[in-house]
C-alpha cells in the first residue's frame, strides 16, 4: 500500500502542515495543578513530536477560570501560563512539527467541585451528564468572554504557537451557544439560527482582530450532536459556511456534546473512522482544509479518508495514545509495529474520571502518560528471563525485557498467546483485543522471545533454566461459587462457552451480572438463544466503562435477555436454580444450560514454590489478584523497565 498522500503537507491560512497526520485535542489531566504546564505534560507532547505527528493540538486550555472541565487542565486567562507554553513550544518545534492550542470554555459541562462555583451558560439548562443547574450568562458577560477568547489567542501567539483552535464541538460552552439543544435565550445570542451563531462568529472576529489576518485560526465542531434538538449534519453545513466566512482557516470535524459521549469518545461497538461521512458533508461546504477524526486507527484508513475526499488531514486520537510513534512507523513501512489503541476506553477517559487516577493513558501502551519515569532502555546488565503466562501481562514484559536486551523465555500452557484477551476477543465488539495480542507477539518475535507454548510450566522446568529473574503471569481461573447443586452437568463456566468448548442449550441461565457474564450473555442473544442474567447487584454491568457499557446494554435489550438484579442464587437444580430477591423466595426452571460467571480467582501456586529459589520474583496481573488488563498491562511493562 502506497502511503505517500499522509506525508504530503498541506497548508492551513498561512501555516504549512509537513504532513496530514494530526494528533487532536484530548484531555489528559496533566498539567499542573495551578494551570500551568507540567514536565509530564512536556513529555507527553515531545513523545508526539518526535514520532512524526505534523500537528499538534494541544487540548482544552481554559481561557477562563469558569471555563475548567477537568482538574488539571491547561489555562490561559492569564501572562502568568505563557512561559510554560513557550518551553512547549519550543521543545515540539525542534522536531518539526506545528502546534495549535485550543482555546476552551466548558459552560455547563462542569461542576462546583472543579471550578469553585455555579457553573456558567447560555442557558439555565443542566447537562445531561453533569445535572448542574448553570447560571444563564449575562449579554455583558457574553461579550467579556468573546474579548477573553481574544486575548487567550493573543498569549498562544506569543508563547509560539504556530495556531489556535477555538473549541465549537462536544457540547462546551461555544457549541452551547450554537445548538437549540443547549441555548434557550431569546436575545440577541439565541433564537434563530443566526443569533445562535453569533457568539462563535464574534469569537473568531475577536481573535482575528487581536492576532492580525496571517494568524491561522482553526475552529472544530460536532457535525452530529446526536441529542434531541442538537444540530445535525445538515444544519451544521450551513454552520461551517458561517465559521469559513467569520475568518477560520480550517475546520475540524468531531461529533456529540457530553449527552452522547459513547460518540466522542466511542468504543470498539462503533466502527473506525464513523465521522468520516460528516466531515466529507462540511468539506463540501467549505474552500478551507478539513481536519477528519472519529476512531482512525489505520493508515489505509487514513489513505482513503484524503483520496476519496472526506478529509484533509486526518485526527487519529486515542491511537496516538497507543502510539506516538505512528507517522514514523508508517514512513518505515513498520505497519505491524503499531501499537493498536483497542478502543477499550479503560486507560483514556476511563482513567480521567477516575478519582483514583485522574491522569490519561492508554491501556495497550502504559508508557502514554508517563513518558518521563517510563522508558525501554539497554539494560545494564543482560539476564536470563523466564515468564510464565501468555496473557496481556506477560507478553507485555516479554517483548519490553526482549528490547531491553535480555534473553527472554516465555511459557504459556495454550497452544497460543493471548491469554484472557484471547476468551474476551469472541465476544461482539471485542474483536480489537486480537489486535493487542497481535502487537505483543509481533514485538516479542521481533526483538527474540523464546515462545515455549502448549507447556505448563512447572518449578522444576523453570529452576532448570537457572534464571535470573522470573515474571508469573499465570492469570486466574474462573471462579466457582460454593453453592448447593454446582456439580450439575449443565453448568458450565462463561470460559468454557466463549471458546466453544462447551455448547449450551437453547435457553440458558447466566449467574453473574458483570463484563464477562453480559458479554456471554450478548454473544449467546446474537446466535439466537433465550438467555436469563441473574445477578447479586442492583445493576449489571458495573464493572464496564460508561461508553462501552451504553452500546452493551443497548444490544442486550434488543436482544431481549431478562436481567435479574438484586437476587441471589441460593441452590442449583436439575434445570435451573433456586434464588432469593428482597426477602422472597425465587424458582428459575427450564433451563438448558447454567453458565457461572461471578469472577475470578488468582493462579499463582508457582510463587510458593519458587520463593527463595530465584534472585529476582515477580507476580503480576490477575496473578497477583484478579482484576483489569490495564492493571497487567501495567505491571508486566513495570517490572520490565527495572529488570
Not at 489555562?75 to 512539527?97: E, N, Q, S
Not at 476552551?104 to 442557558?123: E, L, M, Y
Not at 449534519?233 to 477560520?248: K, L, N, P, T, Y
Request: proline share 6%; hydrophobic share 40%; with cysteine.
Amino acid at each position: 500500500m502506497d502511503f505517500k498522500i499522509l506525508f504530503t503537507p498541506v497548508q492551513i491560512g498561512h501555516m504549512v502542515v509537513p504532513n496530514r497526520f494530526v494528533v487532536p485535542p484530548m484531555g489528559t489531566n496533566l498539567a499542573n495543578p495551578d494551570g500551568t504546564v507540567s514536565e509530564e505534560f512536556i513529555d507527553y507532547w515531545e513523545a508526539r513530536a518526535r514520532g512524526g505527528w505534523g500537528l499538534l493540538i494541544v487540548e482544552i486550555t481554559a481561557i477562563d477560570p469558569l471555563g475548567k472541565a477537568i482538574p488539571y487542565q491547561p489555562c490561559l486567562w492569564d501572562d502568568k501560563f505563557i512561559p510554560g507554553f513557550k518551553k512547549l513550544v519550543d521543545t515540539v518545534h525542534r522536531y518539526g512539527a506545528k502546534i495549535a492550542v485550543q482555546l476552551h470554555h466548558a459552560g455547563r459541562q462542569t461542576t462546583p467541585q472543579i471550578i469553585g462555583q455555579q457553573p456558567v451558560a447560555p442557558s439555565p439548562v443542566p447537562c445531561l451528564i453533569s445535572k448542574e443547574m448553570p447560571r444563564e450568562l449575562s449579554v455583558s458577560e457574553v461579550y467579556e468572554l468573546i474579548e477573553k477568547f481574544g486575548d487567550a489567542a493573543v498569549r498562544a501567539r506569543e508563547a509560539g504557537f504556530d495556531a489556535v483552535e477555538v473549541h465549537g464541538a462536544h457540547g462546551y460552552l461555544v457549541a452551547q451557544f450554537m445548538s437549540q439543544h443547549s441555548n434557550k435565550r431569546v436575545d440577541e445570542f439565541g433564537g434563530s439560527f443566526h443569533n445562535r451563531m453569533r457568539f462563535p462568529v464574534e469569537v473568531i472576529k475577536n481573535i482575528r482582530r487581536k492576532v492580525g489576518g496571517s494568524y491561522p485560526i482553526i475552529f472544530r465542531l460536532s457535525a452530529d450532536e446526536k441529542v434531541t434538538g442538537g444540530r445535525t449534519v445538515d444544519e451544521s453545513r450551513a454552520a461551517a459556511r458561517v465559521i469559513e466566512a467569520a475568518g477560520a482557516d480550517a475546520l475540524h470535524v468531531s461529533v456529540g456534546v457530553y449527552g452522547s459521549m459513547q460518540y466522542i469518545v466511542p468504543p470498539a461497538d462503533v466502527p473506525p473512522g464513523f465521522i468520516l461521512s460528516d466531515a466529507e458533508e462540511i468539506k463540501k461546504a467549505v474552500s478551507v482544509p478539513v481536519i477528519g477524526v472519529g476512531r482512525i486507527n489505520d493508515p489505509v484508513l487514513a489513505v482513503d479518508a484524503i483520496l476519496s475526499g472526506k478529509a484533509d488531514l486526518v485526527a487519529w486520537g486515542r491511537q496516538s495514545l497507543a502510539d506516538p510513534e505512528v507517522p514514523n512507523k508508517v514512513s518505515a513501512g513498520l505497519i505491524e509495529d503499531i501499537s493498536p489503541c483497542i478502543a477499550c476506553n479503560q486507560g483514556c477517559i476511563g482513567y480521567i474520571f477516575n478519582p483514583e487516577k485522574m491522569k490519561a493513558t492508554c491501556l495497550v501502551n502504559p508508557f502514554c502518560g508517563r513518558e518521563r519515569r517510563m522508558k525501554i532502555e539497554p539494560a545494564g546488565r543482560k539476564k536470563k528471563v523466564i515468564i510464565v503466562g501468555g496473557g496481556p501481562g506477560g507478553l507485555e514484559a516479554a517483548w519490553i525485557a526482549a528490547a531491553r536486551g535480555h534473553n527472554v523465555i516465555l511459557f504459556e500452557k495454550e497452544n497460543v498467546t493471548g491469554g484472557q484477551f484471547r476468551v474476551g476477543a469472541i465476544a461482539p465488539a471485542k474483536q480489537d483485543l486480537a489486535k493487542a495480542i497481535n502487537f505483543y507477539t509481533h514485538m516479542g518475535k521481533k526483538y527474540g522471545v523464546e515462545y515455549r507454548l502448549g507447556v505448563e510450566a512447572n518449578a522444576e522446568q523453570i529452576l532448570a533454566e537457572n534464571p535470573d529473574a522470573v515474571i508469573i503471569a499465570t492469570g486466574a481461573a474462573p471462579n466457582i461459587p460454593d453453592i448447593s447443586g454446582i456439580d450439575n452437568p449443565n453448568i458450565v463456566t462463561s470460559t468454557e462457552v466463549l471458546l466453544g468448548i462447551k455448547v449450551p442449550g437453547a435457553k440458558v441461565l447466566i449467574v453473574g451480572g458483570g463484563m464477562v457474564g453480559c458479554e456471554t450473555a450478548d454473544l449467546l442473544g446474537e446466535h439466537g438463544h433465550e438467555v436469563t442474567i441473574v445477578d447479586m447487584l442492583p445493576e449489571i454491568a458495573t464493572d464496564v466503562q460508561d461508553s462501552v457499557r451504553y452500546f452493551l446494554l443497548k444490544r442486550l435489550m434488543e436482544r431481549k435477555i431478562a436481567i435479574y438484579t438484586n437476587t441471589k442464587v441460593t441452590e442449583f437444580i436439575a434445570d435451573g436454580a433456586k434464588a432469593e430477591k428482597d426477602g422472597k423466595d425465587m424458582l428459575f426452571t427450564g433451563f438448558d444450560t447454567i453458565i457461572i460467571a461471578v469472577g475470578a480467582k488468582p493462579v499463582n501456586n508457582l510463587r510458593y514454590e519458587l520463593e527463595g529459589k530465584v534472585p529476582e520474583l515477580y507476580i503480576i496481573g490477575d496473578a497477583l489478584e484478579a482484576r483489569k488488563a490495564i492493571d497487567a498491562i501495567e505491571e508486566g511493562a513495570s517490572v520490565a523497565i527495572k529488570l
